[in-house]
């Protein structure tokens, strides 16, 4: 049994900087690669950002040199963040994650409900 929460998200200006994070909490043995999507009003969900368990990344070409993921392993948790913010990075922002946990013991892919993140003047 794992859950993952999103935090951080809200109103930000156009050119501002905001930090989002994702704590996976639960029977976890390990966990794998973390990841951040994003979907907007009316569109499809898409990938952000990725991190692997050995920290390796790749990133959307929406949002390469701009987004910065990373992850603190001690605390099970993902961060995002996003600097130099557009109107076009409004949407809600999903935390994933490939987890191996106890109950069962088996590798899954888990979502987080996701947080709203508003760019406008």
């Known amino acids: 049994q794992v859950q993952l929460v999103e935090s951080g998200g809200g109103l930000v200006q156009p050119g501002g900087s905001l930090r989002l994070s994702c704590a996976a909490s639960?029977?976890?043995?390990?966990?794998?690669?973390m990841a951040w999507y994003r979907q907007a009003p009316g569109k499809q969900r898409d990938l952000v950002a990725t991190?692997?368990?050995?920290?390796?990344?790749t990133y959307a070409d929406t949002v390469k040199g701009r987004f910065t993921i990373s992850r603190d392993y001690a605390k099970n948790t993902v961060y995002l963040e996003m600097n130099s913010l557009k109107p076009e990075d409004t949407a809600i922002y999903y935390c994933?994650?490939?987890?191996?946990?106890?109950?069962?013991?088996?590798?899954?892919?888990?979502w987080g409900p996701g947080t709203l993140v508003t760019v406008s003047s």
């Open positions: 994933n994650a490939d987890v191996q946990s106890t109950l069962p013991y088996n590798l899954m892919n888990y």
């Open positions: 639960g029977s976890i043995v390990s966990i794998y690669t």
């Open positions: 991190i692997t368990r050995g920290g390796r990344t």
